[in-house]
Structure formats: structure tokens, C-alpha cells
């Protein structure tokens, strides 16, 4: 078929600037040049790619259509598994912008930002009110960093006891960022079996915690979406061979105001503020992974902290313990005052129903769908719950099919093949935002789906079939990757 892009919206093919390009156009009519023309010195300003020749309407046509060829949280559901792709309000974003916010320079003088300071003061406390903890640095700049910050603290807190540790105990349950952010340390990551029921026990913990490990790194809720119940347990053989406890807390959107990772003694945590506290999420934008600490660990945080003192609140480097820095400046400023418009928007009893609702549409899924997808872990999930696709295996579907044929329902695919203990694994997490209607839909499309499997299994193998582009190579873009024009 020959593929027209003519004005009906319906654009099938978009081919890239260079091949649209044509000698000779422009998209700009400047003054004839009344000086002579000197060429800029290559050496300074090197040679740069050679650039299409394009009218401007070419290039607006270009970008405007592909930015409709996108999907976001703002055009439909994101039902990503370990992502928490929730709305973020767009008053967030309005005080994110304000100009004495947005506009406030990282060097100036702690006197003209003391807003900005309290701000972040006010922030840490919030934090540390919501997860239980005692101390909080905003530094790292996401999630992984947390983890790789921790990790530093982690081995500070143990050198300063004289000791060199080499382990670190990772559940099969955790976030990968964690093995990869311990061996970053030069940790070496030691794998624990979680039990049959999808969580770790602490007998499991007890058999291979020893003095060479420095500690433990707990996603809770795991990324089986369970909740880690013998937490305390583990804590406490941990903490009885001088390790300490990490907590993984990136999935706090499961857990405000009802679980207190200070009393589940937890040493060190992070949350993703762009996860649970209104930061749009995803691209690879900005991020804010905040590490949380019991107070005996916040002599070690990294540097500067906001501190309060007679004249106002003030940066402080004067911490001799510290990790030191981990960002320039303060981490990403905006993404904090995202956070704390949010908080305040949604106050205590707001960011615990968020967490309740969270909770009831993930069982909600769970429940539906159980007979049509397999359920590996049949128990109470928090914020997310993991199917696989061993039901529709024996009509030669996988779960990669059933994501691809979800697109042509119009939803996003949840999370596939993560985690990696469950064979065929769909992860989805609808969030508080989705309302009933919108997670019956999504219901509906997966039934439809598991259906398709059993009657007419080359509908999935073709899918998706409404969507621009086919199915891609899954991996061309790592192994081959097109890095210069
Ligand atoms: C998202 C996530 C991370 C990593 O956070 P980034 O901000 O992407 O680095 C770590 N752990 C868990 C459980 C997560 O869900």
C-alpha cells in the first residue's frame, strides 16, 4: 500500500529530516549581508553535522506529529509495574515554574534563599514524618543514586567502626538498581532465595548473615508487590552480626501513613519523590531519590544539610563524618518543590488514602483477572500484582504478544518479564488516579485478549496492528546503536 501523508491526521510513515530535506530551502529569510563573509574557525567551534536543508513548516509538521505519535500518563492509562506512572497534578508544575522558585541561582548567598532553604527544611522534616525515620538529605538526584549513596554511608558507618565489610545480602525479590548499586560500593551482592509464598523469611536471612556482611538491601514492598511482614525479624539478625538494613522504599506510594519503616528498623531508605510525590515520571527526566536515616546514620548523610540556626537557616558542610557531596549544589531543586506542593496539597490524611486507593485498585486487578492470567503469588498484593502468561503458553502467546496486543486496545503495556523469578511476568500498577471505569476497561481488554490467545492466537503474534511502527527489534537499539546523525 502506498502511504500517504496528506491532511487527514492519519500519518503513516514520517520519514527522518534527511531524507525530507531538499538543497536550497530554509526556514529563515534574514537581510541580504552587507559585510564579507569570514567562515567561524573550525578549531573553535569544530565541524558540526551536516544539517538538512528544511522550510519551517517541514520542521513544525515534523516535531508537531511526532509528538502526537506519543503516550504519556496525560493521554491514557500507564499501567507500568515498579514505575508508579500516577497523575501529577498540574498545579504542581505551576509552583515548580513560580520565578522566585525556578529562578533562584544555586550561589546565592544563604541570606536571599532562605525560602528556598526552609522550603527544603520543611521537606526533610515531611519526609521524615511519612517513612518514620529521623534524618533526611534531598542530594541524590534518583533512585539508584539513593541506593549508591546509602550504600557509601553504609560502608562509612562501618569503617568508622574499624571494620571492612565485603557483602551485601539482595533478596531475588529486589529492584535490580540494588545489586548493580552494591557492587558499584565493591560490595560483592550475595542473592537470598525469597520463600515460596513471594517473601523473604528471616530464617533465610539467618543462615548466611555473617561478619562479613555489611548488611542488607530490602525492597519493601518487594517487586512482587508483597509486603516484606518479616522485616522486623530480618532486622534483628542483621543487626545482631553488626550489619545494618537498607530499605528500598521507591514503592512508597504503597505505604504512606500506614507502615512506619522507623519501627520496622530500618537503618537507611530511600523514596523516589518522582514516583510518589508529583514529579512527572519518565524520559529520563529530573528525579529525587531522598535517603532517610535513623539518627545514629546522620552524621554520615552527605553534605551540605540545611540546618536551622538563630539567623535563619543556613547550608552546612561542617559534618567531618560525611559521604560528602553527591550532586552539584542541592539535587534538583524543582522536583522538591514539586514534592512539597504536594504534600501540603494532600496533608496526612490525603497521602494515606492515596496509598489505601493505590492498594485496592492493585488487589482489584489481582482479583478480575486471576482466572485469565496465571497468578504465581495468590495473596494480598500492595501497590501492584504480577501475573505470567503460563495459561496462554500452551496456545504458543506469550506475554510479550499480550503487551503488544494491549496497544491496539489503547493502553500502555504494563511491565514484562520483571520480575525476573517469575517466568513470563506481567506487572501491572494502575495507581490512585485510575478511577473504576478506567481499570474496568483495562480489565476488559485483557479478557479480551486472554481470549484472542485461546481463539485466534496469529491476532497476538501480529500485534500490535493499529500502532505506527510494528514490533521493533527488542534490542537493535543496544547493540547497534546509530550515535552520530
Ligand atoms: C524505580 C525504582 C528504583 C530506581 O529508581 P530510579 O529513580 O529510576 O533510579 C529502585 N528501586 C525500586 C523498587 C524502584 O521501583
Given at each position: 500500500m502506498t502511504e500517504f501523508s496528506g491532511t487527514s491526521g492519519l500519518i503513516h510513515s514520517e520519514p527522518l529530516l534527511w531524507e525530507k530535506g531538499r538543497p536550497g530551502r530554509s526556514a529563515f529569510s534574514l537581510p541580504r549581508r552587507d559585510v564579507d563573509f569570514s567562515p567561524p574557525d573550525e578549531g573553535l567551534v569544530g565541524k558540526g553535522p551536516e544539517f538538512p536543508d528544511l522550510s519551517e513548516l517541514e520542521v513544525v509538521r515534523h516535531y508537531t506529529r511526532l509528538s502526537q505519535w506519543n503516550f504519556a500518563v496525560d493521554t491514557g492509562m500507564y499501567p507500568l509495574g515498579s514505575c508508579t506512572m500516577k497523575y501529577n497534578p498540574k498545579l504542581h508544575e505551576k509552583y515548580a515554574a513560580l520565578q522566585g522558585l525556578s529562578g533562584a541561582h544555586p550561589l546565592l548567598p544563604g541570606s536571599l534563599s532562605q525560602g528556598a532553604l526552609c522550603l527544603m527544611h520543611t521537606l526533610e522534616r515531611f519526609l521524615a514524618e511519612i517513612t518514620g525515620m529521623d534524618a533526611v538529605s534531598l542530594q541524590p538526584a534518583a533512585g539508584a543514586q539513593g541506593e549508591l549513596a546509602g550504600m557509601l554511608l553504609i560502608h562509612a558507618y562501618h569503617k568508622r567502626k574499624g571494620e571492612q565489610r565485603t557483602k551485601i545480602l539482595i533478596p531475588d525479590t529486589a529492584h535490580g538498581t540494588n545489586p548493580a548499586s552494591a557492587a558499584l560500593c565493591r560490595y560483592r551482592p550475595v542473592a537470598i532465595r525469597s520463600g515460596e509464598n513471594g517473601i523473604l523469611s528471616a530464617r533465610a536471612v539467618e543462615g548466611l548473615m555473617d561478619e562479613e556482611t555489611a548488611g542488607i538491601m530490602v525492597t519493601n514492598p518487594n517487586t512482587l508487590g508483597l509486603f516484606e511482614e518479616e522485616i522486623r525479624q530480618i532486622a534483628a539478625v542483621v543487626h545482631s552480626r553488626g550489619g545494618l538494613v537498607y530499605c528500598d522504599g521507591a514503592n512508597l506510594n504503597a505505604v504512606m501513613g500506614m507502615v512506619d519503616m522507623g519501627r520496622c528498623a530500618v537503618d537507611v531508605l530511600h523514596c523516589n519523590l518522582h514516583k510518589t510525590f508529583s514529579t512527572p515520571h519518565g524520559g529520563g527526566g529530573p528525579g529525587a531519590g531522598p535517603l532517610c536515616v535513623q539518627k545514629e546514620l546522620a552524621p554520615f548523610l552527605p553534605v551540605p544539610r540545611v540546618v536551622e540556626t538563630p539567623d535563619g537557616y543556613a547550608l552546612s558542610e561542617d559534618f567531618p563524618l560525611s559521604v560528602g557531596r553527591?550532586?552539584?549544589?542541592?539535587?534538583?531543586f524543582g522536583v522538591l518543590v514539586r514534592a512539597y506542593a504536594y504534600i501540603l496539597t494532600m496533608g496526612a490524611k490525603g497521602l494515606k488514602k492515596a496509598s489505601q486507593m493505590a492498594v485496592l485498585n492493585a488487589n482489584y486487578i489481582k482479583e478480575r483477572l486471576k482466572g485469565t492470567f496465571h497468578l504465581p503469588y495468590d495473596r494480598p498484593c500492595m501497590h501492584e500484582c504480577v501475573f505470567s502468561d503460563k495459561f496462554q503458553r500452551v496456545h504458543k502467546v506469550t506475554t510479550l504478544d499480550m503487551a503488544k496486543r494491549l496497544m491496539d486496545y489503547g493502553f500502555h503495556p504494563p511491565t514484562i518479564y520483571f520480575p525476573l523469578i517469575v517466568h513470563g511476568a506481567l506487572m501491572v500498577e494502575p495507581t490512585e488516579t485510575e478511577s473504576k471505569e478506567q481499570i474496568d476497561l483495562f480489565v476488559e481488554a485483557c479478557k479480551a485478549i486472554a481470549a484472542e490467545a485461546h481463539q485466534e492466537p496469529e491476532l497476538l503474534w501480529e500485534a500490535p496492528r493499529r500502532c505506527k511502527v510494528r514490533r521493533m527489534e527488542e534490542a537493535a537499539a543496544a547493540r547497534h546503536p546509530c550515535l552520530s546523525g
Open positions: 553527591v550532586h552539584a549544589f542541592y539535587g534538583n
